[in-house]
C-alpha cells in the first residue's frame, strides 16, 4: 500500500512481478477489500440509510516510475506515470479504491 488519505487508498502492484500477476493480485485485493465492504452495507446501510453509499475500485496497469526517497528519514516510494494520472479524482470520485 502506497498512500491512505481520508477515504481513499492508494497500492501499487508488480514491483516485483510481471504484468499479468499484477493485475491478477490487485483484482484479488479489490475483491477482498470490498468483502466487508458488502457485510455493512446489508447490515447497516441498506436497512438504515435506504441503500450503499457509492464505492468503487479502479485498476490501471501500465508502465511507472518508482523510486524511493527521503531526505531526513527512511526512503518513502513516490510513483509516477499514466496509470497513476488517470486515477479517478474530484467530485464524485473521492470514494473509489484505486489500485
Known amino acids: 500500500m502506497l498512500e491512505i488519505a481520508g477515504d481513499s487508498l492508494y497500492a501499487v502492484f508488480g514491483l516485483q512481478t510481471g504484468l499479468q ?3 491478477n493480485n490487485a483484482y484479488r485485493a479489490a475483491k477482498v477489500m470490498f468483502r466487508p465492504v458488502t457485510l455493512y ?3 447497516y ?3 438504515f440509510c435506504g441503500g450503499p453509499p457509492e464505492t468503487g475500485a479502479g ?3 501500465g508502465k511507472v516510475f518508482a523510486l524511493g526517497f ?3 528519514n527512511a526512503p518513502q516510494l513516490s510513483v509516477m506515470g499514466l496509470p ?3 486515477t479517478p479524482s474530484g467530485p464524485g470520485q473521492k470514494n473509489w479504491i484505486t489500485i
Open 21 to 23: 500477476e499484477a493485475v
Open 41 to 43: 452495507n446489508e447490515a
Open 45 to 47: 446501510s441498506e436497512p
Open 59 to 61: 485498476l490501471h496497469a
Open 70 to 72: 527521503g531526505l531526513d
Open 84 to 86: 497513476v494520472n488517470i
